[in-house]
């Protein structure tokens, strides 16, 4: 079976094969490389003076668009679709010459989906995130782009991106929804993306495929286990590059947790681009309220800051199923976190978790307290949810399900053209 992978960014076996595994598409290409029956080739978007290569049996091809002088001052002005029409020909090309039996797009959000358009062969785009409801979390109630472009201050360079930016999501949106409605399989994991295709494509296929976590989670992994006797509770979260993130969230409620005169530190891993907006908005700072910034930390350095950790937080306002969580679960690490978009697929309420509504600091801060003096409950969260986790990522299932949904859609396609 010839398959052809698109994705954004550039995969991590693509220079050698001694670079480590980063996202969970590397993840998945890592499980895919286990298969005989595949011939995987991976297209994505490259730049200039990335050649094709080829490790392992896995063919790399980089997409470099040529840009003009003037292609590069006009997409500081431009939307999506400028950037698309420079790639999506190079995606048409390169499926002409590799000739596969099924294109895996990765992402409805991104332009690869567009394919679909011009050739016969099946596409089948993975689930990612969903930019119209992504769209409607872009700011946490009370913000609004006023507070951005007063952070700007006077540079008039950063207030025009934000204007451009505001502008570009409305056009990210646009071509989402035209991928919708070129492309009629899916593969997803969670009932909201399921929702979503849906709604978006009625009468379209949808395969559930779980998520594949990084290689040093699945091989490495070793089993939380619940701290006893008087010590600093210390929570942990992952990932904090938006606001959509629920950042805001996070320090109000360790603020809160802070006037109750819990005893706490709150590690956040991952950088942090809406600091002093977010700060400057709610008169609060972060290293005040107990909350310590660690920016970027790799997967082994971040297993042990979880293993280390009393509770998982997760603030987020939408997210589909962060791998966060996920990683947090495989260790059995118990779980707290908003009740948005489809992490309700991934922790069952009350029984591996504990579920909150969105933008609830004060709620969050009551089950942070409740559930640091409950170890009976925290075992609980930390059995359940670890069992859960490791069947759900487990790479022999995840790539049958991958297998199953590749030939189904082929069959498929195969009785629509007889």
Known sequence: MKVLWFEISVPGRYKSDKTPVNGWQDSLENIVRTCNDIDLTIAFEGTEGMMPNEVDGVKYIPLVPHYTFWDKKYRNFSNRWNKANKVVPLAVECVEEVKPD?????????????????????????????????????????????????????????????????????SWRDMEQSNFKAVS????????????????????????????????????????????GVHKLRLITT??????KGMDVLLKTAHALKEQGVDFEWLVAGNMGMKKEIERKERLVFEENNVKLLGFTGPDELQQYLLSSDIYVHTAYIDNSPNAICEAQYLGVPIISTNVGGISSLVIDGEEGKLVPANSCY??????????????????YSENSRKHAVERHNPKHILLELVECYRAVIENNISIIK
Not at 142 to 168: A, V
Not at 190 to 207: C, I, N, S
Not at 239 to 244: A, F, L, Q, R, Y
Not at 369 to 380: E, F, P, T, V
Request: charged letters at 20%; hydrophobic letters at 35%.
């Open 102 to 170: 099924i294109i895996h797009c990765f992402g409805t959000e991104w332009e690869f989906g567009q394919v679909a358009i011009y050739t016969d062969i099946p596409v089948v785009i993975h689930m990612q995130g969903c930019i119209a409801p992504y769209n409607d979390a872009l700011f946490p109630p009370g913000y609004s782009i006023s507070d951005r472009i007063l952070q700007s201050g006077l540079n008039l360079k950063k207030q025009f991106y934000i204007w451009r930016d505001r502008r570009f999501n409305a």
């Open 185 to 228: 399989n899916y593969m997803g994991r969670t009932e909201w993306d399921r929702q979503l295709v849906e709604l978006f494509h009625p009468g379209a296929k949808y395969f559930h495929v779980e998520e594949a976590l990084r290689p040093s989670f699945i091989e490495n992994a070793q089993e939380w286990r619940p701290k006893t």
């Open 239 to 244: 990932g904090c590059s938006s606001h959509w």
């Open 363 to 380: 709620n969050m801060a009551y089950e942070v307290m409740s559930l640091s003096n409950d170890i009976a409950r925290q075992k609980k």
